[in-house]
C-alpha cells in the first residue's frame, strides 16, 4: 500500500528549540507540499518541492525553511519555535502528470506542541 | 485573494437523514476535489469533478461540480455513522496549486 509516512504522530517542544519535521513517500511522486492544518482556517500551504533541492514558497512560509535532498524524503524545519507555530502540519505528495486528477496523498500528520 | 467558501462548518444530524454541503468560490477551477479527513489522519481523496456540470456518484455520495465550474456540492444519501469526519473541498489551479476550503465537521448520530 502505497503511503506518505511523518516521523512523529505527537511532539512537544519549547519556545527556540530548532524543531525538524520529516516526510517520506514511497510512490515516486515528484511533487511534495508541506500544511499546516487550524481549526475554521483549512489547510495552509507553508512550502513545496517539485524536484530534488528544488523548493518553492506557500501562503505561509515565515518561520519555516525546508529540504529535500532525495525524492522521496522533505524535510520541514522551525527555525526557532514559537507558540503560534503549535499546530496539525501535514505532508503530501503528488505525481506532476496525473496529480489534479489523483489529487494528495497525505501523511497522519504530526500534531505539534509548543510551550 | 482567492477564497472558496464551504458551508455549513459543522453539521450534525441523525443516521438515516440526507446533507447537502456547499463549495463556492467567485474563480474558476480546472478541477475540484473533495477530501474526507477522520481524526488523527490525514485527508483522503474521495472525488475530483472536472467537467462544468458533471455529477460523480460514490455509493452514497454524489458530488456535483457547477457549469461555470466555480462551485461544487456534496450530498449524502441516507447518511450512516461511519460518514463521520472532516469533509474538505479543494479547487485546483494547477498540480502545485490548490484552494482548500476550511471544512465542514460532520456528525452522524446512531
Known amino acids: 500500500d502505497v503511503k506518505v509516512t511523518q516521523s512523529s504522530r505527537y511532539l512537544v517542544k519549547r519556545t527556540g528549540e530548532k524543531v525538524f519535521l520529516e516526510c517520506v513517500q514511497d510512490?515516486?511522486?515528484?511533487?511534495m507540499f508541506w500544511y499546516r492544518q487550524d481549526p475554521g482556517l483549512g489547510l495552509r500551504l507553508i512550502y513545496f518541492?517539485?524536484?530534488?533541492?528544488?523548493?518553492e514558497k506557500g501562503d505561509i512560509p515565515e518561520g519555516y525553511s525546508v529540504s529535500r535532498e532525495k525524492k522521496e524524503r522533505f524535510s520541514l524545519i522551525l527555525e526557532s519555535a514559537s507558540t503560534n507555530q503549535t499546530s496539525m502540519y501535514l505532508c503530501a505528495s503528488n505525481n506532476l502528470r496525473t496529480g489534479t486528477v489523483y489529487g494528495y496523498t497525505f501523511g497522519s500528520g504530526t500534531r505539534l506542541t509548543v510551550v | 485573494t482567492q477564497l472558496l467558501e464551504q458551508s455549513p462548518q459543522f453539521l450534525s444530524i441523525q443516521e438515516g437523514e440526507n446533507l447537502t454541503v456547499y463549495c463556492n468560490s467567485s474563480s474558476v477551477f480546472s478541477s475540484l476535489q473533495w477530501y474526507r479527513q477522520e481524526p488523527g489522519e490525514g485527508p483522503v481523496l474521495l472525488v475530483t469533478?472536472?467537467?462544468g456540470g458533471e455529477v460523480k456518484k460514490l455509493k452514497r455520495l454524489t458530488f456535483q461540480f457547477g457549469d461555470a465550474r466555480k462551485d461544487s456540492s456534496l450530498h449524502i444519501t441516507a447518511a450512516q455513522p461511519g460518514d463521520t469526519g472532516l469533509y474538505l473541498c479543494?479547487?485546483?489551479?494547477?498540480?502545485?496549486?490548490?484552494?482548500w476550503g476550511a471544512g465542514t465537521k460532520l456528525i452522524i448520530k446512531p
Open positions: 518541492s517539485y524536484d530534488v533541492k528544488m523548493k
Open positions: 469533478v472536472v467537467t
Open positions: 479543494a479547487g485546483v489551479y494547477s498540480n502545485y496549486q490548490l484552494i
Open positions: 510512490m515516486d511522486h515528484e511533487n
